[in-house]
């Protein structure tokens, strides 16, 4: 069974930082695509960015230059590096990874959600 873990999510005020973390773990063979989705209330979910296995990046417009996603292939782990925040990125963040596992082949797998909270 694959579980994806977030962790790294908080308050922080408007200009400040945060660097969320996601790890794979279970029966996986080899992962993809990982990356990071935000929803906030009342909105749908949406792609914030995504790093292949050999670290090509892709960031929505809203966060690109602010944003940083990076990975650890030996470690099944993903990271996004929030600098510079605005009131706006408030949403629960979502790990997604798409990878192959031993059963259920390759599929996309999501983790439970972090909170971020950019308020004064």
């Known amino acids: 069974q694959v579980q994806l873990v977030e962790s790294g999510g908080g308050l922080v005020q408007p200009g400040g930082s945060l660097r969320l973390s996601c790890v794979a773990s279970g029966s996986i063979i080899s992962i993809n695509v990982m990356g990071w989705y935000r929803q906030a209330p009342g909105t749908q979910r949406e792609l914030v960015a995504t790093i292949t296995r050999g670290g090509a990046t892709n960031y929505v417009d809203s966060v690109e230059g602010r944003f940083t996603i990076s990975r650890d292939n030996a470690k099944n782990t993903v990271y996004l590096q929030m600098n510079s925040l605005k009131p706006e990125d408030t949403a629960v963040y979502y790990c997604?990874?798409?990878?192959?596992?031993?059963?259920?082949?390759?599929?996309?797998?999501w983790g439970q959600g972090t909170q971020v909270t950019v308020s004064s």
């Open positions: 997604n990874a798409d990878l192959w596992a031993v059963g259920p082949g390759y599929r996309a797998y």
